[in-house]
């Protein structure tokens, strides 16, 4: 089975998180702890997805529609502003998903699922800046935007 969680190495290891809740007496909340991590494991496949989604559509939309529409919309710094936009949505939409999937009752769970959501807009500010990369190299794109990743020689 698939574990989408251990693409995320700033959240810990499985053992890691269930380590406070395994003293003696604490029975119940290492259940409880162990059933967090498993609901949020059960729905990992969908973490990269949102980042590589979001990240890929974002830098569809400055390269296509943002920049062909009126005004001028060429400078360097409305690239940096899509890419603020891609990682606070993929911020947001990760975080949607843990807390809806994976409800934090316990102790500890809120921060874990904080780790997931800046590691997964990480990964998608990384996947915007590929795509980015990509679409200023490749000359059959065609694109009114500033190629700010274009590198003369190709």
């Not at 162990?34 to 939309?61: E, H, Q, R």
């Not at 891609?86 to 409800?103: I, K, N, R, Y």
Request: proline fraction near 5%; aromatic fraction near 18%.
């Amino acid at each position: 089975m698939f574990s989408g969680l251990g693409l995320y190495p700033f959240i810990g290891s499985k053992s890691a998180f269930l380590k406070p809740y395994s003293g003696e007496g604490q029975e119940a909340l290492y259940q409880q702890a162990m059933l967090f991590w498993n609901k949020l494991d059960s729905v990992s496949f969908l973490f990269p997805l949102i980042c590589v989604i979001v990240g890929g559509i974002i830098a569809w939309y400055y390269y296509m529609p943002f920049n062909n529409t009126p005004h001028r919309h060429y400078k360097p710094k409305y690239w940096w502003i899509m890419m603020a936009v891609c990682a606070v949505l993929c911020f947001l939409l990760t975080l949607g998903v843990a807390v809806v999937c994976a409800p934090p009752k316990i102790e500890g769970t809120k921060v874990l699922e904080l780790k997931l959501a800046l590691s997964n807009m990480l990964y998608s500010v990384i996947v915007y800046g590929f795509v980015s990369f990509v679409w200023c190299n490749w000359r059959r794109a065609k694109t009114n935007a500033y190629r700010y990743l274009k590198i003369k020689f190709l």
